[in-house]
């Protein structure tokens, strides 16, 4: 069987062509939907605006910002050693007559082979914090920023706070040092008239000397500044050390005074080690 074409009227094609011809004439004499198209257009503009600025160029970006990131980790710790420097090098011009450093060389001390001193560097190596806590052997290692250097042995060993101890042994440019609270250490001190030579007591921060009431009558108070004497060829002279925390009577007129000592070698990890030539 035959088929045949619908019979679809004409008059709503007609309709459609004369409504958007209407609609292209109004757009076109009196810019009737400029509004509509300019909502449109910058729709689309602030679209792809959005998509490059907040997708591709961060995704693109990921190298050059993690290189950057790793660039200014490096910046930052070279900022921090060099601010450690210089810390360090203000107590040791504040104690100069301690240190014994010439006048004419104190701006250029700082690894100057030619000045009757140097300031060698250190980086903290490996500290044993266990053994700080709870034992009597106190002590850490340190490896110095510019390389292996045979004249350290026995030098003391500083922060920007005070003097921590001394070199005892130099291997692979790998300094081990003894702090001044280390039982077999001590060191010779003196606050006012009176001196010692103080002993360390295997806690932190505390070293310590006795003496005898029937010689010394309240030579110390609670409070009182002790200083290092310079004596034994180790220590400079008159470098502050701390201060005294506590007499205890022993008995038999014997009393033990207990000092706390300034320099805490736990809070830094730059440290400089002095060497006289």
Not at 3 to 22: G, M
Not at 152 to 158: A, D, K
Not at 222 to 237: A, D, R, T
Request: hydrophobic letters at 40%; charged letters at 20%; a positive charge.
């Amino acid at each position: 069987m035959a088929k045949h074409a619908p019979n679809t009227s004409i008059f709503p094609f007609i309709i459609y062509v004369l409504l958007a011809s209407s609609l292209i004439y109004l757009d076109y004499s009196f810019s009737y939907f400029s509004k509509t198209k300019n909502i449109y257009n910058s729709s689309i503009l602030s679209t792809k605006y959005l998509i490059s600025n907040f997708v591709f160029e961060p995704v693109i970006s990921i190298p050059s910002s993690l290189k950057s990131k790793s660039q200014l980790i490096e910046q930052n710790k070279s900022l921090k050693t060099q601010l450690n420097k210089e810390q360090v090098a203000k107590f040791i011009i504040s104690n100069n007559e301690g240190f014994f450093l010439k006048e004419d060389s104190l701006n250029n001390f700082i690894e100057n082979n030619t000045s009757s001193n140097k300031v060698v560097f250190s980086n903290l190596a490996r500290f044993n914090t266990n053994d700080y806590f709870c034992c009597d052997s106190h002590k850490m290692f340190i490896k110095t920023l510019s390389g292996q250097n045979d004249t350290l042995l026995h030098s003391p060993v500083i922060n920007s706070k005070g003097l921590l101890g001394q070199v005892i042994s130099n291997k692979n440019n790998i300094q081990e040092v003894m702090l001044l609270s280390d039982t077999r250490h001590s060191i010779p001190i003196f606050s006012n008239n009176f001196h010692c030579n103080a002993r360390g007591l295997g806690r932190p921060l505390a070293i310590g000397c006795e003496y005898s009431v029937l010689i010394w009558d309240n030579p110390i108070e609670v409070g009182q500044e002790i200083y290092s004497s310079g004596l034994g060829g180790i220590y400079p002279n008159g470098v502050l050390l701390g201060k005294v925390k506590n007499i205890v009577d022993r008995g038999n007129a014997q009393r033990e005074i207990i000092f706390e000592l300034t320099a805490d070698p736990l809070e830094e990890r730059l440290f400089a080690i002095m060497v006289k030539k």
